[in-house]
């Protein structure tokens, strides 16, 4: 079994990257995000502390969280950031483990791919075989968040200096895959990295 962490700047490509490791190599996906959003939901772990902590403000009719209005909360303050982060990143951890063991148990021989934006400092990381950094040139990034989520380049800019630095992801990575070309190229790149 091999467990791979994937990792990269917002807009470096990183769903296409899963998409290939999933219908080509049948990796089992865990999606970070996914995951602390289904924790945010009433019954989820999280829930309960972010409400108390951020207020009745943030809960919409149905009695889901309003995560537009919680971005704009902590996305203006780090100190608010750092209390979400403070409830939310313990409780993911915990359940991308549970998650593992899980697909371990079912399938001993199976290829497991993580995502996340902060993949790096999480408890689960520890268990990845390897972590692949996703590099995409700048300019790509920019045209395919305005193509696909029609972000201004003001959005963008805020969104990239927000996250690690391509110097912090590259550090980190065992394996960097440059997702700048055509989709043969990196098919290519991920070929050599695992073989067929």
């Known amino acids: 079994m091999k467990i791979i962490g994937i990792t990269g700047g917002v807009g470096s490509g990183k769903s296409e990257i899963l998409n290939i490791l999933e219908e080509e190599y049948g990796a089992k996906i865990i999606i970070a995000d996914q995951v602390a959003h289904r924790l945010m939901e009433p019954d989820g772990k999280s829930y309960e502390g972010i409400v108390r902590a951020f207020g009745k403000g943030i809960v919409k009719a149905d009695g889901f969280i309003d995560r537009e209005v919680l971005g704009s909360i902590v996305f203006c303050s780090e100190r608010k950031l750092r209390i979400l982060?403070?409830?939310t990143h313990k409780n993911v951890d915990e359940e991308i483990l549970r998650q593992m063991e899980a697909i371990k148990e079912m399938d001993p021989d199976s290829l497991i791919v993580c995502e996340a934006a902060l993949l790096v400092g999480a408890e689960y990381e520890k268990q990845f075989d390897q972590l692949w950094y996703i590099y995409t040139r700048e300019e790509i990034r920019?045209?395919?968040?305005k193509a696909s989520r029609g972000y201004s380049d003001r959005k963008i800019r805020q969104m990239i200096e927000s996250q690690k630095s391509e110097e912090e992801f590259k550090e980190a990575a065992t394996h960097v895959i440059d997702n700048s070309g055509e989709i043969e190229?990196?098919?290519?790149?991920i070929q050599e990295i695992l073989g067929k």
Do not use: A, Y
Not at 142 to 145: G, K, N, P, V
Not at 185 to 189: F, L
């Open 185 to 189: 190229e990196t098919k290519r790149q």
């Open 142 to 145: 920019f045209q395919r968040l």
């Open 85 to 87: 982060n403070e409830i």
